[in-house]
């Protein structure tokens, strides 16, 4: 089983949440999910500058019963070949369901499933390490602890020292509503477990000791990733911090319009792919891919057309 050291020296890069292709009849699309995934490997994504997250929040989790989730994560599995690491969302308000995906990943060379609050009610903080102290007498699998506190539930300090005495707790997935609390968890927790910082201070995060960063981006422009993430690596956060603002800023305009009116990840991260000649697919409801105007097309468009013109960029 991964120990938290290892996953301090194997999560490194930017964390890639798969976008879950829906095709026309809103069936899950395996063909263009694996598709993409070798799309993904085949521009460079290797361990130490990726890692794969399936079936999470901008996977569409919620839109997805059990067996079609068990589906994603498998067929994800299938085309890394246990090139990447690989996190699994077991998310959900049933915990048998959790269980269930946590026991399916067993054996499938999942290094973590991604786990948080089960956040319909305003929880308590009681409730939460209740619920994942059960979950993991339920499987050996490690768990990635996911504050997700804008669902609802907002994990203190002193919830998550509890949830990583847990021997399944090997990494967090960090972010927090103000930018103090981020760095302050980050610090008190960078030496005991993997960090992935699920913000959107980067840069900061990664000054202060974390092992990887979120973003949407490896679905359709992953090489921008890797290059901010060198620039990191090598001690370059000038031209890092600019470099992260010459594309997120512009692109954060373009999602803001989208989610502004609609729920949901993905269905602002489809466009872009679709830019790219790729397949996102449909959304599910309650997201609304008619949101996305052809003038917002347009302009996804245009700045993934630009966007590429960075220094050190190669296309593949």
Known sequence: MLTPAQARRRWRGVVAPLVTPFADDLSVDLPALRSNVQWL?????????TILLTAGSGGDWPMMNLDERKAVIEATCEVNAGRLPVIAGAQSFDIRDSAAIARFCEGLGVDAIQIGA????????????????????????????YNNWYT????????IDALLELPNSVAIKWTAPDIDTQLAGIIRWRDRVAVV???????MGHLEGVRAWVSHFPNFY?????????LMEGGDYVAANAEFDRVFVPYLKLTDAISTQTAGEAVYVRPAMAARGLRGGRSRLPSRDSVVTPEIRERFARLLAEAPSAPGWTPA
């Not at 490997?41 to 500058?49: K, M, P, Q, S, T």
Request: net charge negative.
């Open 118 to 145: 089960p956040a319909y009610w305003s929880g308590r903080q009681g409730d939460v390490v209740a619920w994942i102290t059960e979950l993991a007498s339920r499987t050996s699998i490690p768990f990635a602890l």
């Open 152 to 159: 609802g539930i907002n994990m203190s300090f002193e919830t």
């Open 197 to 203: 910082d699920n913000s959107w201070q980067t840069i």
């Open 41 to 49: 490997l085949d521009r460079g994504a290797v361990a130490g500058n």
């Open 222 to 230: 992953p090489e921008w990733c890797w290059r901010v993430w060198d």
